[in-house]
C-alpha cells in the first residue's frame, strides 16, 4: 500500500506535469510564424522567376483524360480514399533569369501536416526564359476529403486548389 507520502507527491505531480504539457502545447501555436495564405484558384501567384497560376484542378475520374503514355505509376487504381486529381498550371517568367521549371519542386499540402508529389507531369524540367509561359500539367494522388489543399510553388505562397477536386464536387 502506498505512503501518504507518495500519495502527497503524485496529487502535485500530476497536475504540474499537465500544467507544463498545456503550457508548451500553448507556446508552441502562438510563437509559430504565421502562415503566408496562397493565391486564391484562379489568380496568379509568385515564384522564383515570375508567377503561377491554376487554370484547372479536375478529377481524372470527372473526364476520363489519360495521359499520352501509359506511365507505370497510373497503371494501378489508387489506394483507398485517395483519387487523382489533374493540376493545370500556367507558369510566366517576368525576371531576367526566368522560371526553371521541374515538376519534382512541386507538391500539394493539406492543413496539417499532409504533402504529395506528382505521380506524373509533363512537360520534362525545363528554362522558360523572361517574356514566354510554360504550360503543366501534374497529376497528384489526394485524399478525397482533404481540406485547405495548397499547390506549393517553389518560392512562393503557393496556389489555393479550392473544392473542386473533391469527387461529387460540383
Known amino acids: 500500500m502506498a505512503s501518504t507520502a507518495t500519495i502527497r507527491r503524485i496529487r502535485v505531480l500530476v497536475p504540474l506535469i499537465l500544467l507544463t504539457l498545456v503550457g508548451t502545447l500553448v507556446a508552441g ?3 509559430a ?26 478529377p481524372l475520374e470527372a473526364d476520363g483524360w ?10 494501378s487504381p489508387p489506394d483507398g480514399e485517395m483519387h ?35 505521380v506524373w507531369a509533363t512537360p520534362a524540367p525545363a528554362q522558360v ?14 485524399p478525397d476529403r482533404a481540406i485547405d489543399l495548397t499547390l506549393e510553388l517553389p518560392g512562393g505562397p503557393g496556389l489555393s486548389l479550392g473544392a473542386g477536386h473533391h469527387r461529387g464536387a460540383k
Open 84 to 118: 487523382r486529381v489533374r493540376i493545370l498550371v500556367e507558369l510566366t517568367a517576368m525576371e531576367k533569369d526566368g522560371i526553371y521549371f521541374d515538376p519534382s519542386r512541386y507538391a500539394v499540402s493539406a492543413l496539417g501536416t499532409g504533402s504529395w508529389k506528382p
Open 33 to 58: 510564424a504565421p502562415r503566408t495564405p496562397p493565391a486564391m484558384l484562379g489568380a496568379s501567384g509568385s515564384l522564383d522567376g515570375g508567377l503561377g497560376r491554376i487554370n484547372g484542378v479536375i
Open 129 to 142: 526564359p523572361q517574356g514566354e509561359s510554360l504550360n503543366a500539367t501534374l497529376v497528384f494522388e489526394l
Open 66 to 75: 489519360t495521359p499520352p503514355s501509359a506511365p507505370a505509376s497510373l497503371a
Open 29 to 31: 501555436i502562438v510563437t
